[in-house]
């Protein structure tokens, strides 16, 4: 059974950071690309990052300079480093993962407000 399990969201102030996780299990984690993508209210989800197999990266213009996707494949866990967090970051963050099946974990809300 493939989970994907996301942690590390909640309420920031802007200006602030958070990291996200995301462990798999259920999967030869090294195999897979990985990514983030979020969902704000009212809109379409979109592609924050995301990390190939192989450990190149590529981001939303928008989150540029700002976050940092990396991962761990000993732990089999997958990260978002999110720093200057700003009002527009509020959303749920999922995680993802691509090879020859794919998988989505069940989202974590980061919410940035004063």
């Known amino acids: 059974q493939v989970q994907l399990a996301e942690s590390g969201g909640g309420l920031v102030q802007p200006g602030g950071s958070l990291r996200l996780s995301c462990a798999a299990s259920?999967?030869?984690?090294?195999?897979?690309?990985m990514a983030w993508y979020r969902q704000a209210p009212g809109k379409q989800r979109e592609l924050v990052a995301r990390?190939?197999?192989?450990?190149?990266?590529n981001y939303v213009d928008s989150v540029k300079g700002r976050f940092t996707i990396s991962r761990d494949n000993a732990k089999n866990t997958v990260y978002l480093q999110m720093n200057s967090l700003n009002p527009d970051d509020t959303a749920v963050y999922y995680c993802h993962a691509i090879y020859l099946s794919a998988y989505w974990g069940q989202g974590t809300q980061v919410t940035v407000s004063s």
């Open positions: 259920g999967i030869t984690f090294s195999r897979y690309h």
């Open positions: 990390i190939f197999s192989g450990g190149g990266t």
